[in-house]
Nanobody
Framework: QVQLVESGGGLVQVGGSLRLSCAAS????????TGWFRQVPGKERELVAA????????SYADSVNGRFTISRDRAENTVYLQMNSLKPEDTAVYYC???????????WGQGTQVTVSS
């Protein structure tokens, strides 16, 4: 099992920045990749960024490409999401998720709220 705990959410003004952290514990050696998802009530959950643990390959949704940066610290078993130039449409609950296979996520954190005010 892997446990994931997010932190770093909060309230920020348009154009501001936040950094989310996702601390992993347990059988972290089994993880292939970790992704950051977000969800707004009434809408489908969206994968905004992902990174592979070994190679550090990253991918981004078009909606955040160029504004968000995902990174991982293997020594600390932590994944970060640096969010810059935030927009009101970035407001959502952000979830960290980990998987043992490509494009599969079976471990989830509890979520952290990000609110961008205009």
């Amino acid at each position: 099992q892997v446990q994931l705990v997010e932190s770093g959410g909060g309230l920020v003004q348009v154009g501001g920045s936040l950094r989310l952290s996702c601390a992993a514990s347990g059988r972290t050696y089994s993880l292939y990749g970790t992704g950051w998802f977000r969800q707004v009530p009434g809408k489908e959950r969206e994968l905004v960024a992902a990174v592979t643990w070994r190679a550090g390959r990253t991918s981004y949704a078009d909606s955040v490409n160029g504004r968000f940066t995902i990174s991982r610290d293997r020594a600390e078993n932590t994944v970060y999401l640096q969010m810059n130039s935030l927009k009101p449409e970035d407001t959502a609950v952000y979830y960290c998720a980990g998987g043992t296979r490509p494009n599969e996520y079976e471990y989830w954190g509890q979520g952290t709220q990000v609110t961008v005010s205009s």
